[in-house]
């Protein structure tokens, strides 16, 4: 790997400000999506490690929620500033270690880097409230106050964004953290801890626990007694399983979950913006983001149109390692991931959907797949029901807005929801009928620091970045003090 700061590379755990081994020696490979090759071994930690980091988190605690907003905040500030300074590396070892293209990868940096920037000067603002009292002698004061110890599970299709979206409000709110990354992207987690240490995080303020062991180390952060939060984005059976195991110490909970995103072309949209827009949600990450487009409906007047127009841009996106210049898609994550799309290919077309592109394993080999249009897709497919997770284009024809409404609706996630449509009565019809968290319309891209992220519905609750995320690792105590009044 070459890396311009080879001290980003780590291997081990990070508890209480060093980098450490699993207790047991044991380690577990990481390997490059793109070339099936062999990158690194990474500490596998259990159960051990993490009740370790818990309980270095909680003395940490101690000390970090009494810093004031500013203070937190500086430190903040530095970590934001050191994550831009090596925005070329970390890029380098999110490519390296997820497949995404090594423009998008540093795409996402910045994005990640965005909230440890948002949040470190939200640090400064925790207000509370003065309320007037209920009687005469009473006086109330609402503090904010922060939550505790907090654990972040995330997943490898934003390996650095997802940590930074949870961490950075936890941290500024005075929390601290202990936080699983996922198996096949624990490097990204790694780097900026690496990070964090130099930019003068106390020990203990942030851990990272890499792990094989998903199931062990889950276990421990949702029971354990002293992590008072936790914030999980993945996938929604594991998001359920880990409220489930949350309930016997009542933890707070955020989850952010699956999505199965409408993306609505109406008759008067700008066909041209339709199209880039829904090429830049469908095949982001190779279709790998839970905000992706899934199903495409277009009104019946243009669809043949839209058709043509989408193909024509789909056909010359480029695919293959991420590290080449021009790659717009890479591979996908794993095998399991392409079994997926294989299966849910065959299914939609035995039941009368066209392959009106690509449609199989790209030529490349390993888990490269072609981007693909599929055109005449119905409600009785298994891919209506079903996040893609992979550059499939599944493509409806719907007749009016009630019809189309009833359709996007008809599923039991609610995480983003696009349309294209130029008539403003409709657009606020649509816009409140759509049961979603996030709306783009007339554009593809929505996530922004400045805004909430997060669903309704089955793909969970909370939300991330905004005057709003700092919320979610906050307590609000009232104060009611009773006065001499003559
Ligand atoms: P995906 O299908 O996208 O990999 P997952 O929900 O399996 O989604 O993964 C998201 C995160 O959840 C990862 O960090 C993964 O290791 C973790 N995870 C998976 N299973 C469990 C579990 N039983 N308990 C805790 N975390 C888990």
Redesign the pocket.
Known sequence: MQLKNNNLLQQQAFINGEFVDAKNGNTFNITNPSTGGFLTRVADCGAEETEAAVLFASVAFQEWKELTGIERGRILRRWYELMMDNIDDLATILTLEQGKPWSEAKGEIKYGASFVEWFAEEAKRVYGDTIPGHQRDKRIIVLKQPIGVVAA?????FPNAMITRKVAPALAAGCTCVI?????TPLSALAIAQLAREAGFPPGVLNIIP?NK??????V??THPIVKKLS????????K??MK?CADTVKKVSLE?GGNAPFIVFADADLDAAVDGAIASKYRNAG?TCVCANRLFVQEDVYDLFLQKYKAKVAYLKVGDGMEEDVVIGPL?NEK?VKKVEHLLEDAVSKGAKKLLGGGRHELGGTFYEPTILADVAVTMDIHQTEI?GPISPVYSFSDADDVINMANDTPFGLAAYFYGKNIDLIFKVAEALEYGMVGINTGMISTTVAPFGGIKESGFGREGSKYGMEEYLVKKYLCLQVETN
Request: hydrophobic share 45%; glycine share 8%.
């Open positions: 599970i995330t997943p490898w299709n699983k990354p996922a198996e096949a792990t998903a199931a062990e180390v889950g276990k952060l949702s999980f984005t993945g996938s929604t059976p594991v998001g399983l880990l195991q979950l790998q994550i991931a997770f």
